[in-house]
């Protein structure tokens, strides 16, 4: 997103931190962070990418694993009707909770269920489609996740991974050796899988899938999403004493009048991992 988009509300610094204990967290901060995240153009682009490549459409029976409140999982409940249905899992009863009141607001009918990506409770070859979008890199065992994808997906059906590479997120900031320790601090302590994606093609093939096609975005962030984000991983580096108290106070303030000078630019990589379920694809063990 470029400096001519309108402001976006305020929001407290966000941290990407903690979405594996959502329930236990200050929800309407991850909400906001959620939403402002879903507004990014160049991510739009992936999640329309991924509805292509697994012809997403009316009478499919579509899961998305860890659907948080719903953003993508409403649209798809549009796209697959009439005639096919929507499942959205969420390890937060929070999440799972909101998503269910915004499905009734929407007249939708979306079977949205609490439960972990690692253990689906669902029958094998259930769906045509199974997607995941930023749930893999908090997992503590994203191959049992994806054998899961796969084994609740029917032979033919098709499979869309959407996460990013926390070693590609890119800011503005002049001072080379600070942005290096704040941003290797954020890639090392952020999520528990911060670089999962590096292997995606190769575990894919391993779980026997065809037709996998590898797609990026370099995701620009808004000016007000930079800044949240990138103080907030400023504030957790100098906490956890990755740069000391003075660096900490430059990088805040660095940050502050970049984006109120509107010069501030922040990016992250994004990548889009779509295959094809083999006839004999074996069941999870
Ligand atoms: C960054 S959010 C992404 C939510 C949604 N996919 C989206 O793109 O808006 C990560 C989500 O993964 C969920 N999550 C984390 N661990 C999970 C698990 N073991 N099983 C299912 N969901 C999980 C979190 O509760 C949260 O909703």
Redesign the pocket.
Known sequence: MTAQDPPEPAAPAIS?HD??D?DHSAESTYVAA?EA??RLPLLRELKALAVERTHTGPGRRVL??????G??TLRLARLVQPGGAVTG????AD?VAEARRRAAAAGLDVDLVP????RLPFADDAVDVAR????LI??DDPGR?LAELVRVTRPGGRIAI?EPDFDTNTVNVDDARLVRAVLAHEADTAVVNPRLVRDLRGDLGALGLTDVEVDSRMVIFSQDLAAQYFAGIGEAAASAGAIDAEDGRRWTSTIAALHRDGRLFGAVGYYLFTATVPPATSPAS
Do not use: K, M
């Open positions: 990407l979405f594996t959502i959620l995240f879903d998305d694993v860890g659907c948080g409140f953003l993508e899992i969420d390890l937060s999440f439960g972990d990506a690692q995941a979008e930023r749930v908090y997992l996740a959407i």
